[in-house]
């Protein structure tokens, strides 16, 4: 053996009571565990960690990530490895950096430049899925990457490439062109597709088009992702679309942050959740998952109609330096509610500035638009539109508008998993992105009781792993991949706030991945033992399925 851990309690993801037990690694998997109880020797190995007083979990998998270019520039990555999350899913809410020609490649970098960084220190060498994921086990000089990751198919980026900007149905060539783009991109070893339904140029797309895409996603046992078209005004008819749309489809379905927002929602989570339940009754393949707080996080420039981004980025600045142009935005913005804001009219105090690309703009971040406007003396409206043009459409965003009564009902789920839909840019990121994980083993566990340790290790690990089909991730298992965490119950926390939001948390001092540490002794080690979790080509043609204990899976 390579190593033992001791007397850990372990919790396993089944969310079955924990129990004390060694559990030996050797090889990179689990090679025996050894309950107290049980008769015979105690296994050896070259090196014993005593665990006593911690729990032993299955690695945490972080459902909604947005590292697809951390990953690539940063080998530390503290940000998601010092919570415990060995596997993140990339590709979210329809805009990702592959499938990608050299045109499409250029316009999403400056879509979501917001989330990550504009890129100009990444070296955008592939173009394919398949591509991107072997850059991401060759990275840094062929060691790999800090955690494991897979990824979905972006439909924005899909559409964009087969068709550009435009807001209409797709010809029968263009849409012939997505579903071979997307087939491609599953055979490479993608695990699903995304959505951004209220991005453009994703949110152009009908139900008709968005339908015949997941019946190629079904075909590779592939699962859909949408951020779906409201989460404000229109909430549960867009929740009832998905559901229904998927259905049709013969396709899996997993709700990106599933969050009921806006005032129009407040204690309206039951509703969803009652939604979920009837369908899950009748059948359907569900999963979903949310972060533990209450705010949101995106760009300042997904506030717009839908109708100001067809044509892309430069289209967008363009009608924005149009006063009489920039005055129907804003029309639609504060009196309609526009689509990128879910129907609701905007509320300016309620939008913060966490991060702009453009250091001379850095005095906004950490205000609300309404609060830099009143230092101004001028308009909210007039201070956003400044701040967009000047920040070439860069400028991050939280909006308050979450409900807590919603975020824990919600979490209680029998399909809820755990994503942080963490954007790790700007100066002052959502703390979701440092926190999510601890977040829930230490509030809503140890603090509120809203989820015992074992539910919620279940949530966080098993759940996710049975989506995504891997046969030997999500338990604490033998003969399944060592990857695992050692957390303290009493002691686990969020280290970040919406203050100080890149702290890292406390009472997590071991994280493993294939056996070898990624932290010790609350450290980030050198080792880089993630790699690309692929799907896709190995499940080919054995349909969508359900979310069984063991499923075909490889890496």
């Known amino acids: 053996m390579d190593l033992v851990i001791r007397n850990a309690h372990v919790v396993d993801g089944t969310g079955a009571p924990a129990r004390r037990a060694d559990v030996a690694i050797a090889d990179g998997r689990i090679a025996e565990i050894h309950p107290e109880d049980a008769p015979g020797p105690r296994p050896s190995a070259r090196r014993t960690l005593d665990a006593d007083g911690l729990a032993l979990s299955p690695g945490f998998v972080d459902m909604h990530a947005h590292s697809d270019l951390a990953l690539l520039r940063d080998p530390d990555h503290s940000a998601k490895a010092a919570q415990g999350v060995t596997l993140e899913v990339l590709g979210q809410d329809g805009l990702s950096y592959a499938p990608v020609d050299d045109r499409t490649l250029a316009e999403v970098r400056k879509t979501i430049t917001g989330w990550n960084g504009d890129g100009a220190d990444v070296d955008f060498d592939w173009r394919t899925v398949g591509e991107y994921l072997d850059r991401l086990d060759r990275n840094f000089g062929g060691q790999g990457i800090a955690v494991n990751a897979a990824y979905l198919i972006p439909q924005g980026t899909v559409r964009m490439h087969a068709m550009g900007w435009e807001d209409r149905p797709a010809t029968g060539a263009e849409l012939a062109r997505m579903k071979e783009l997307v087939a491609q991109g599953m055979t490479d070893g993608a695990v699903g597709m995304s959505s951004g339904l209220t991005y453009t140029p994703g949110m152009y797309a009908d139900d008709s088009e968005l339908t015949k895409l997941c019946r190629v996603v079904a075909r590779y046992s592939g699962y859909y992702c949408p951020h779906h078209r409201s989460y404000g005004a229109g909430a549960l008819g867009a929740y009832e679309e998905m559901v229904r749309l998927t259905r049709n489809a ?40 949310t972060y533990p707080y209450t705010p949101g996080c995106t760009t300042l420039v997904a506030m717009l109609p839908s109708w100001a981004g067809e044509g892309g980025p430069e289209s967008v600045l363009t009608r924005l330096a149009d006063d009489t142009t920039a005055e129907r935005i804003r029309h639609h913005m504060e009196v309609l509610g526009s689509d990128g804001c879910h129907g609701v009219p905007i509320e300016w105090d309620t939008i913060e500035i966490s991060g702009v690309s453009t250091p001379g703009l850095a005095g906004h971040v950490g205000r609300t638009v309404a609060e830099s406007a009143r230092l101004r003396g001028e308009a909210p409206w007039v201070t956003a539109r400044r701040l967009l043009v000047e920040d070439r459409l860069g400028s991050t965003i939280l909006q308050h508008v979450g409900h807590e009564e919603n975020v824990r009902r919600i979490m209680r789920h029998r399909v809820h998993t755990g994503g942080s839909d963490g954007i790790l840019q700007g100066d002052k990121p959502h703390p979701r992105a440092y926190g999510t994980f601890p977040q829930y083993l230490g509030r809503y566990v140890r603090e509120l009781g809203i989820l015992s340790l074992e539910e919620c290790v279940a949530h966080l690990t098993s759940r996710p792993a049975r989506r995504l089909r891997l046969a030997d991730r999500g338990y604490v298992r033998e003969g399944y991949r060592a990857d695992l965490v050692l957390f303290d119950p009493a002691t686990v926390a969020a280290g970040s706030t919406f203050e100080e939001p890149r702290t890292l948390p406390v009472g997590i001092p071991h994280v493993l991945i294939d056996g070898r540490f990624v932290i010790e002794d609350g450290r980030r080690t050198q080792v880089l033992a993630g790699k690309a979790v692929r799907g896709g080509a190995a499940r080919a043609g054995q349909g969508a399925g359900g979310l069984p204990d063991q499923a075909p899976g490889h890496r």
């Open 250 to 289: 013969g396709c899996a379905l997993h709700l990106a942050h599933a969050t009921m927002n806006f005032g129009v929602n407040k204690g309206r989570a039951p509703e969803l959740l009652a939604l979920l339940d009837a369908a899950l009754d009748a059948g359907a393949d569900i999963s979903l998952d």
